[in-house]
């Protein structure tokens, strides 16, 4: 709301007087001093005009101020006048253009900084207003948290992010502020739990910090300048339809977890038919065989783990079935392919103490037998690679046995020669090594998981073969060499 002449009155420390009580209800637009005999050249109407009486000629001064359209006249006595002049008073009653007396105590300048500043409130209330109207129509459009989010940092001029409950960017407007989230996750966790509205300094940004709910994520916005109370308000509308639209996607990702579980249920039940029949009336996507069946597990807390792989696009594009499983582990069933293996490293990497075992690739109906697999290395191995292929386990019980100083003393002479040859260059042939013997010598899917040409890994191979004198084509000499890769990372 606009100031008015009776809201200069309830200004007790202005001291104004109301002496012509015509309508005290006008919106005031601006304060404007002038001494000048006819200043309505100079006003546009719905300004309070200021003076000291230096004019004369009250008749006709305040009936050019009326035709003007003034909201009312403010009259500074002790300075040409010891008070408002009766002729003054008179024409301002005709016309109905309140006159409020200004004791000499209060200098003009007063009265102009609280009209100012009341009328930037009012802006800041009406653009705060239009913005949540944004917010709005942002939400009810369909475009998810992404579009309020763009919305809101229009509207404030600032950067935001939504966290989930462990400070992970789950989304950001512009792209660039996710490089803030991790400096966030880490005053996340110094403010503790539960985490309530919080203002915090950023480098030369101040943030403000609101919880989302119902999952515990966070809603964040940042620029040089703090937020006004009324942008505040804007942000805090911005949380409850993110905190909605969270909820809602809450309901529909819970109602597909159950689709997959049915699917997965069904598919482990050794039901191949039905589980397609189902899949297809439940509008769950079936990966295409050959398939891998991985378990993946963080401890008690599965959920930053589920999300992570229902949230990676590899696995999205591959229709990979992803399933919250039993004991707070995750099955993701995925299409065998160039980064499969990369895909659930991604998803382990995101996941602070998870590990996982997955399988060779095998048909659609050997999903039974795949999962009891994975499932059995995963909960009969002890926690060491974040990403363990299950045919694999086979070797974990030998290499128990083989624990011994000779044996690791026989691993790093066998491979003396490659560690040698890193010291002197940036190529790293250990690596290559085992990706090519865990993908039993397969030139184009080794390459694939490496990321380089096939011909770049065929001289790769080449300097190995020279380096150790092998022949990698024998395969007692492969399966020495493997042993010897394993026995060193489990020693290390």
Known sequence: MRPTAAWLLDRRELGLRSLVDADLTRPIRWVHVSELADPTPFLSGGEFLLTVGLAGGWSAYVRRLAARGLAGLGFGVGFGHDEVPRELLAAARRHDLPVLEVPHSTPFIAISEVVAAAISGAHDRADAV?????????????????????????????????????????????????????????????????????????????VALLPLEPDGGFLAAGREAPLSAAEHAVLTSAAGLLSLDLAAQRDVSSARRSARRAVLRLASDEHPELTRTVARTLEVPLPAAPIRVAVLGAGTDSGGLLRAAEEHQGLAQANALVVPHEQHTVVVVLPVAEGDLQALEEVLHRVSGSRGVVTEGVGFGDLPDALRRARSVFFGTPKGERLLLAKDAATAGLLAQLDTPGALGWADALLEPLARHATRSKLDLVSTLRVFLAHNGHIDASAAALGIHRHTLRYRLGRIVELLGTDLDDPTARAELWLALRLREAGR
């Open 130 to 206: 239009d913005a949540q109207r944004a917010l709005i129509a942002a939400a009810l459009d369909g475009g998810g948290p992404r579009a309020v989010l763009d919305t809101l940092a229009r509207a404030l001029g600032c950067w935001c992010l939504v966290l989930d409950e462990r400070g992970g960017p789950r989304h950001a407007s512009p792209a660039t502020a996710r490089r803030h989230a991790d400096r966030l996750g880490l005053d996340l966790t110094r403010l503790g739990s539960p985490v309530r509205a919080a203002s915090l300094d950023l480098g030369d940004d101040q």
